[in-house]
């Protein structure tokens, strides 16, 4: 029993199909479909003459004025204090805060405030009271309860989508 011959195929195994030339037929192709595109467009635009440049059919409205008014009375209840979600209840947040309104709610804002000031202080004190260390840490957990109390309060007071409040401001953030 003697092994066949060995020759040049035998040895390498079968031919590769394709190679570099098709690739090469790919490569030439696409650089003549590239080069085809200055001759499709128009070689010389003419100029427009006398066009007349019109302001813009609406304006920017100007900046609204706004006010801060502190969501807890200064004199009462300066801050709120809420324990966090941690093993034995050691830590707890210390937070007050004022709510930047719009200058011509100055006067009817604080009458809508009160009449739901219950209901927004349970909310805040559940919300923040399910928040551990890591939630409310840095600036990044700063900026996260302040977007989450402006938008709780914007639906409580405003529910028909037209929001008031435009940001909520920490006047102190103490953890302990």
Do not use: C
């Not at 000031?117 to 559940?126: P, Y």
Request: glycine share 6%; net charge negative.
């Amino acid at each position: 029993m003697s092994d066949p011959p060995k020759t040049e195929e035998g040895e390498k195994g079968k031919k590769k199909k394709g190679g570099v030339l098709p690739w090469i037929i790919v490569g030439v192709v696409s650089a003549g479909a590239g080069g085809a595109v200055p001759f499709l467009l128009p070689a010389h635009a003419e100029p427009v003459e006398d066009v007349k440049v019109e302001k813009p059919v609406f304006e920017l409205p100007e900046e609204e004025e706004t006010v801060f008014l502190p969501f807890s009375d200064p004199e009462k209840d300066p801050s709120i204090v809420i324990n966090l979600n941690e093993g034995r209840l050691t830590r707890y947040l210390r937070i007050s805060f004022s709510l930047q309104i719009p200058k011509s709610q100055e006067l009817e804002f604080p009458k809508l405030l009160e009449a739901k000031k219950a209901q927004l202080r349970n909310w805040l004190l559940s919300e923040i009271s399910d928040k551990d260390i890591e939630e409310i840490r840095g600036a990044a957990g700063q900026n996260r309860i302040r977007r989450e109390i402006r938008e709780h309060f914007n639906s409580v007071l405003f529910p028909d989508g037209n929001d008031q409040i435009y940001d909520v401001l920490f006047e102190e953030f103490n953890v302990q």
